[in-house]
């Protein structure tokens, strides 16, 4: 069974950083392709930033150049290190974990961020 588990969000000023977490088990996670989206309050669930299994990366516009996806293999583990961090970041964030070949997406329960000006 696929577990992903984030962790790393909490509370922070404008312009800090924060660097999240998301742990994979039950999976090849070799294989599969990462990312992680977010959900703020009264919108929908968007794409941040994915990772594919080759280590292509792809980035919402409104995140390139301030945030860094990168996957540990050996520690199935995902990361999204955000930086100059804005308000408009405050969000749940949430793992994918997602195989191409069967084309199915898991998903961890998400971590809050919070960004104050």
């Known amino acids: 069974q696929v577990q992903l588990v984030e962790s790393g969000g909490g509370l922070v000023q404008a312009g800090g950083s924060l660097r999240l977490s998301c742990a994979a088990s039950?999976?090849?996670?070799?294989?599969?392709?990462m990312g992680w989206y977010r959900q703020a309050p009264g919108k929908q669930r968007e794409l941040v930033a994915t990772?594919?299994?080759?280590?292509?990366?792809n980035y919402a516009d409104s995140v390139k150049g301030r945030f860094t996806i990168s996957r540990d293999n050996a520690k199935n583990t995902v990361y999204l290190q955000m930086n100059s961090l804005i308000p408009e970041d405050t969000a749940v964030y949430y793992c994918?974990?997602?195989?191409?070949?069967?084309?199915?997406?898991?998903w961890g329960q998400g971590t809050q961020v919070t960004v104050s000006s």
């Open positions: 994918s974990e997602y195989y191409k070949l069967v084309n199915r997406m898991y």
């Open positions: 039950g999976s090849i996670f070799s294989i599969a392709d």
């Open positions: 990772i594919t299994s080759a280590d292509s990366t």
